[in-house]
C-alpha cells in the first residue's frame, strides 16, 4: 500500500503524539502541525488580543479617574501635611452632635460618604501632649499640652465607607470626655488631629493607584500600536503580491499575445489568449489600444507574408499628403479607371437579319447606332 497524504489535524481529534507524526516519510512532524495552527489561528487571536487591550485600556483610564478621589488625594494630602509618625496622648475636650445643614456645613469629625451632603454631624475636641503613660482623668490642672483644642478626624479628609469607617463606632468610642488615646498631630497645622496613620501603607496605596493604571494603559496602547502597524504591513504586502501578479499576468498575457499573432499574421491556427481578450471581460484605454496596435502589427505582419510568398495581389501604395494608402480606385467601388483601352472578354455579337425580313424596310440608322452602342458598352471587370 502506498504512503498515505498527511491529513489535516481536526479540532475534534485527540492530538497526536510526535512519535506518531514523526513516523514514515510522508507525515508531517509535530512542529510542523503547531505551526500550521498558529498560521491558522494568528488572525483570530489577533482580533480577540486586541479586543481585550482596548477594554483593558479603557479601563484603566476611567479606573484612575475614579482612585483620584479616594485615593490618590488622600494619600497626596497625608503626605503633605506631614504627620508626626511617633503618636502622642490625646484627651477628649469636648463631644457635641448637631443637627442640621448650616450647623454641619463647616466641619464635622466623621461623616459616612465623601460627596454627599449631611444634615446630622458629631464635632469632637481634643488637647494633646507628647508626655507618655498620661492619664487624661487624673492630669494636673497646670499641665502644659501641645496644643489645648484640635479637631480630630478619622483620617485626613474625615470621611469614609463601611467597613472601613464606621462613623457609628466611632461617635460611640469618643462619647465621653477625658478619653486617652493615642494620635498624630500634624506638623503643619497643630490643629489637625488623627486617629490612624501608617506611612508605609499610605506609600504603597499610592504608588498602587499611579502604576497600575498607567501601566496597564501603557500595554495596551503599546499593543494597539503593534497590531495597527501588523494590519498595515499584512495590507502593504497583500497590495503588493497583487500588484506582482497583475505585472505577471500582464507580461503573460503579452507573451501569448505576440505568439497568437505571429502564428495568424502567417497563416497559422491561431489561439485567443486568455483573460483580456474574452468578450465578456472588461477592457481598459490601455487594452484597447493594445489591441488596436497588435492589429496594425498584424496587418503589418499579412503584408509582409504575401510579399515574401511571391503572390500576385500584391496592392502598389501610392503617396498622399505624405501618408502611405492604397490607390484611391480601390477605397471607391463604384469608380472605373480612368486611362487605358477597354477590353472585351467576348467577342462582339454579329447582327444579321433573319430571312423573312429581307422584304422590310431597313431599320432606322438611330437604331442599328443604339444596338452598336449596347453591343459595345459591355466592360471588363477592374481587375485588383
Known amino acids: 500500500m502506498g504512503e498515505q497524504a498527511a491529513r489535516p489535524v481536526s479540532a475534534c481529534e485527540e492530538p497526536l503524539d510526535a512519535d506518531q507524526l514523526a ?88 461623616r459616612e460618604g465623601c460627596t454627599r451632603e449631611i444634615y446630622e454631624c458629631v464635632k469632637i475636641l481634643v488637647a494633646y501632649t507628647d508626655v507618655k503613660d498620661f492619664s487624661c482623668a487624673a492630669r494636673p490642672p497646670n499641665h502644659q499640652w501641645l496644643h489645648n483644642e484640635a479637631y480630630l478626624y478619622p483620617n485626613v479628609k474625615g470621611c469614609g465607607y463601611p467597613p472601613s469607617l464606621n462613623c457609628t463606632v466611632f461617635r460611640e468610642r469618643f462619647r465621653e470626655p477625658n478619653v486617652t488615646f493615642s494620635c498624630h498631630y500634624s506638623r503643619l497645622d497643630a490643629t489637625l488631629v488623627i486617629t490612624e496613620l501608617d506611612p508605609h501603607q499610605v506609600r504603597s496605596d499610592l504608588v498602587v493607584a499611579f502604576v497600575v493604571p498607567f501601566v496597564s494603559l501603557a500595554v495596551s496602547i503599546a499593543f494597539l500600536v503593534y497590531a495597527y502597524h501588523r494590519m498595515k504591513r499584512k495590507e502593504a504586502e497583500a497590495a503588493a503580491a497583487d500588484a506582482l501578479a497583475q505585472r505577471t499576468q500582464a507580461l503573460l498575457d503579452a507573451e501569448e499575445g505576440e505568439e497568437g499573432e505571429d502564428e495568424e499574421g502567417c497563416g497559422g491556427s491561431a489561439h485567443e489568449p486568455p483573460g483580456r481578450s474574452h468578450p465578456g471581460s472588461n477592457y481598459s484605454l ?6 488596436i496596435n497588435s492589429t496594425v502589427v498584424r496587418l503589418k505582419q499579412g503584408r509582409d507574408c504575401r510579399s515574401g510568398s511571391g503572390s500576385g495581389d500584391e496592392i502598389e501604395m501610392e503617396e498622399v499628403g505624405g501618408e502611405a494608402r492604397p ?10 479607371p480612368s486611362g487605358g483601352a477597354r477590353r472585351h472578354l467576348l467577342p462582339p455579337i454579329a447582327l444579321e437579319p433573319p430571312a423573312d425580313a429581307a422584304a422590310e424596310p431597313a431599320p432606322a440608322p438611330a437604331a442599328s447606332s443604339t444596338a452598336t452602342t449596347s453591343a459595345n458598352s459591355t466592360i471588363s471587370p477592374v481587375e485588383t
Open 23 to 110: 513516523e514514515g516519510d510522508g507525515k508531517r512532524s509535530f512542529l510542523d502541525v503547531l505551526r500550521e495552527k498558529r498560521d491558522q489561528n494568528a488572525d483570530k487571536v489577533m482580533f480577540y488580543a486586541t479586543v481585550l487591550f482596548s477594554l483593558v485600556a479603557i479601563g484603566a483610564f476611567f479606573g484612575f479617574l475614579f482612585l483620584v478621589p479616594f485615593v490618590i488625594e488622600p494619600a497626596v494630602t497625608t503626605i503633605q501635611m506631614d504627620f508626626e509618625v511617633d503618636p502622642v496622648t490625646c484627651c477628649v475636650v469636648s463631644f457635641t452632635e448637631l443637627a442640621g445643614k448650616d450647623n454641619c456645613s463647616d466641619w464635622s469629625s466623621c
Open 286 to 291: 490601455k487594452s484597447i489600444t493594445s489591441k
Open 327 to 336: 490607390p484611391s480606385r480601390y477605397l471607391q467601388p463604384g469608380r472605373l
